[in-house]
């Protein structure tokens, strides 16, 4: 159900571990580190947000500023470590939490480096109900200095219509974001 997105993603990591010279480790290889002690990624409280009109159907605000790529299904913003990404696919059905840790997690686990799922559980939203999977993982290796963090991530699951949205935002674990992405997640809507 969601494998082609999460394959897509997997590939992603490997080809740009590769082009790196970097060789991906199994999820279980792969230790959690130690997260700072003064986090890098605090998203300024003078940040101004934008709203993203996307050609995938959706709206959402982001920090202005940060650089922006696109692919036939998906969106990435990112600054330094912290990074926002919108993942469009199409599903029979909405996600539950039990198809959630069946499916999705396994797939998370597979895709990024030393996941550790915190809590998977509904939301109600402006925007209507998601599914909220909070977890956290090692940052890619710095391409200078081999340096990885520990990032968290608040993960929502939007449904509607046959088509899902993964909105994945992430930053080093301790940073203070947690309004900024509370506002992120209320301001998404299906166009």
Known sequence: MY????????????LASAALGAAVPSAAAEKPVAPER??????PDTQVFVTYQSPLGFTIKVPEGWSRTTDAQS????????TIVVIVSTLAAAPTIAA????????????SRAVKVDKIREVKLKSGAAILVSYTSNSDP???TNKQIRLEHDRYLFFKDGEQAALDMAAPQGADNVDDWALMANSFRWK
Not at 4 to 14: G, Q
Request: glycine share 2%; charged share 25%; hydrophobic share 40%.
């Open 38 to 43: 003064n986090p890098p990624g605090d998203i």
């Open 3 to 14: 494998s082609k997105p999460i394959e897509r993603l997997i590939m992603a990591v490997v």
């Open 142 to 144: 710095n391409p200078v």
């Open 100 to 111: 959630v840790k069946v499916e999705e997690v396994p797939q998370l686990q597979k895709a």
């Open 75 to 82: 969106v990435h913003f990112s600054d330094k470590y912290n």
